[in-house]
């Protein structure tokens, strides 16, 4: 087995922008993955002017790490994490935890986790605080519903759970987070926001940051149905910092286009 440790010595400092970051939900196990991780290494150079991240499921982390020990140019994180190290939390998994299994950053927040899941806005909050104290970095996952983008209410719920999400930091630690704007209904629908939604949603977050801490180095990524073509639009969209891609990142060899857009 290949030595862990050396990826964990804290992370290695905020990813290079573009992030590409791939998240696989609730899909391959440690067999799948393990294949994954071969064909994508062989699909996929390695490119200094971008990052790329993958959040396996935590059943098969271990396998994703010691596949992609000789790629240090992609960075491992989890998808979800308790805010207790510790602890009567059956099935639930910790930041300690998931740093000793060499992870350097947490998904915080994702849509499924609010409306799947019924995470509240305070277990986010809780949540991107732990994922700090671990030392592992927070991508805080903020996004509407149709419902609340038909009614306008788009600047004022992401900003609410941008605030909530962040609550428990001091101005130091928000200025390391990492966010991602995923609209609930562009997730898995195949329905893309367009490059200026985005950028508008993405200057509502950089404002509200910027007011608070230097945020232009704050990575702002955007998710929801992104595809090999649709990447290169999106990541050209003024304020988009990189793309946190589902369905599409399943692919060895859609991610790796997507990843070198
Ligand atoms: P999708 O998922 O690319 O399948 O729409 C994105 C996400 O939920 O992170």
């Known amino acids: 087995m290949a030595d862990r440790d050396v990826r964990i010595p804290l992370h290695a400092g905020p990813p290079a922008r573009p992030v590409i970051a791939g998240n696989w939900k609730m899909n391959k196990g440690p067999s799948e993955a393990r294949d994954f991780c071969g064909q994508f290494a062989d699909a996929y150079e390695p490119h200094s002017d971008r990052s790329v991240l ?9 396998t994703v790490a010691d596949a992609l020990a000789g790629r240090r140019d992609i960075r491992l994180g989890v998808q979800d994490v308790h805010w207790e190290e510790q602890g009567a939390f059956t099935g639930a998994i910790s930041a300690p ?10 998904l915080v927040g994702h849509s499924e986790r609010r409306h799947v ?38 600047e004022a719920v992401i900003l609410r759970q941008l605030e909530a999400g962040l609550s428990g930091l001091s101005g130091a630690r928000i200025a390391g987070v990492m966010i991602a704007y995923e ?5 898995g629908t195949g329905e893309t926001a367009t490059p200026d939604d985005a950028a508008a949603a993405h200057g509502t977050l950089r404002t509200w940051l910027q007011e608070r801490v230097p945020a232009a180095a704050i990575p702002i990524l955007y998710g929801g149905s992104v595809k090999p073509d649709n990447a290169t639009d999106l990541l050209a969209a003024s304020d988009v910092d990189g793309l946190l891609v589902g369905g599409a990142s399943l692919d060895p060899v859609s991610f790796a286009q997507i990843a070198a857009s």
């Open 54 to 62: 993958l959040f396996p499921p935590t059943i098969a982390f271990v």
């Open 117 to 154: 899941f019924g995470e509240t806005e305070e277990e986010t909050g809780l949540k991107v605080a732990a994922v700090f104290e671990a030392g592992l970095l927070p991508v805080l996952c903020v996004g509407e519903t149709i419902e609340e983008r038909r009614a306008g209410k788009v």
């Open 97 to 106: 935890m998931a740093r000793d299994a060499g992870a350097e950053f947490a």
């Open 183 to 187: 609209p609930v209904w562009a997730i």
